[in-house]
């Protein structure tokens, strides 16, 4: 199969790793090893780090959009990603997705549509991480919290449709953030109104009733079906000007980029 926007084989966008997760992250968590061991095992994060920093460094401003491996193309949260992917990259947004199936596929496809720019940063996991061939350029990862670091550093938004455990990790993790003020200006965009109801009315019933949170803080999400109310609420709360979008780091030929 070959996809003429993204200009390259599905075999060629299958060099990232899939199959099952690594027994070194397995074991990375499974309580403390040798001081050897542990050393050793800091080293190659912090190599993997400086491999995502290097990746990343020059894709400009980008939005990250979620959302569930599972939707198929017919699906209307296909659609919707789709659009709301081709509308950021209209922005001069870069589109940054996990780079599989499904939402991810769509928003990355969507950025292709109209001549924009699109990324992927893979995960290792069991199942669900087939990439999609709209990609052009991708990033595999072995820790989830080096890809998560990743996601919020390079991103000026998340937009985030219908996804499962995974998506609502990536959504938690920016609200924390958001919440105690490790990120400012930081848009979150819940894109599926009825999917994510009984989530909104939980964060404004029982956790605001309960005291767990304050009143104010689901206002931190735009919850919408608009590809119009998304992209405003990207554009509104990024700060992104004109001359950030044409501004990149200037390259070092002997840093080897």
Same mark, same amino acid.
């Given at each position: 199969?070959?996809?003429?926007?993204?200009?390259?084989?599905?075999?060629?966008?299958?060099?990232?790793?899939?199959?099952?997760?690594?027994?070194?992250?397995?074991?990375? &968590?499974?309580?403390?090893?040798?001081?050897?061991?542990?050393?050793?095992?800091?080293?190659?994060?912090?190599?993997?780090?400086?491999?995502?920093?290097?990746? &990343?460094?020059?894709?400009? $401003?980008?939005?990250?959009?979620?959302?569930?491996?599972?939707?198929?193309?017919?699906?209307?949260?296909?659609?919707?990603?789709?659009?709301?992917?081709?509308?950021?990259?209209?922005?001069?947004?870069?589109?940054?997705?996990?780079?599989?199936?499904?939402?991810?596929?769509?928003?990355?496809?969507?950025?292709?549509?109209?001549?924009?720019?699109?990324?992927?940063?893979?995960?290792? &996991?069991?199942?669900?991480?087939?990439?999609?061939?709209?990609?052009?350029?991708?990033?595999?990862?072995?820790?989830?919290?080096?890809?998560?670091?990743?996601?919020?550093?390079?991103?000026?938004?998340?937009?985030?449709?219908?996804?499962?455990?995974?998506?609502?990790?990536?959504?938690?993790?920016?609200?924390?953030?958001?919440?105690?003020?490790?990120?400012?200006?930081?848009?979150?965009? &819940?894109?599926?109104?009825?999917?994510?109801?009984?989530?909104?009315?939980?964060?404004?019933?029982?956790?605001?009733?309960?005291?767990?949170?304050?009143?104010?803080? $689901?206002?931190?999400?735009?919850?919408?079906?608009?590809?119009?109310?998304?992209?405003?609420?990207?554009?509104?709360?990024?700060?992104?000007?004109?001359?950030?979008?044409?501004?990149?780091?200037?390259?070092?030929?002997?840093?080897?980029?």
């Amino acid at each position: 199969m070959k996809d003429q926007a993204a200009g390259k084989s599905l075999a060629e966008v299958g060099k990232w790793k899939t199959g099952p997760a690594t027994p070194e992250a397995q074991r990375f &968590l499974d309580g403390p090893k040798a001081r050897l061991e542990e050393f050793f095992r800091a080293c190659r994060i912090f190599a993997e780090f400086i491999r995502g920093f290097r990746a &990343l460094h020059f894709i400009g $401003p980008s939005v990250t959009v979620f959302g569930s491996a599972r939707f198929a193309q017919d699906h209307p949260y296909y659609t919707m990603a789709r659009e709301v992917g081709a509308a950021i990259a209209r922005e001069g947004l870069t589109v940054m997705t996990g780079g599989g199936p499904g939402v991810m596929e769509a928003a990355n496809r969507g950025a292709k549509d109209v001549g924009g720019r699109s990324i992927g940063c893979n995960i290792e &996991l069991p199942m669900e991480q087939r990439p999609n061939v709209y990609v052009d350029q991708w990033i595999t990862f072995r820790y989830f919290f080096v890809r998560k670091v990743m996601l919020v550093k390079y991103s000026q938004a998340f937009v985030v449709l219908p996804g499962g455990f995974g998506t609502m990790d990536e959504l938690f993790e920016a609200l924390t953030l958001v919440q105690t003020r490790k990120i400012l200006g930081f848009p979150i965009v &819940l894109m599926g109104v009825e999917y994510w109801k009984p989530l909104v009315e939980f964060m404004r019933g029982t956790m605001v009733e309960r005291g767990t949170i304050d009143a104010r803080d $689901p206002e931190f999400l735009t919850v919408t079906d608009s590809i119009e109310v998304a992209v405003e609420a990207v554009r509104r709360g990024s700060g992104i000007l004109s001359s950030d979008l044409k501004a990149r780091p200037k390259r070092r030929w002997w840093l080897g980029e």
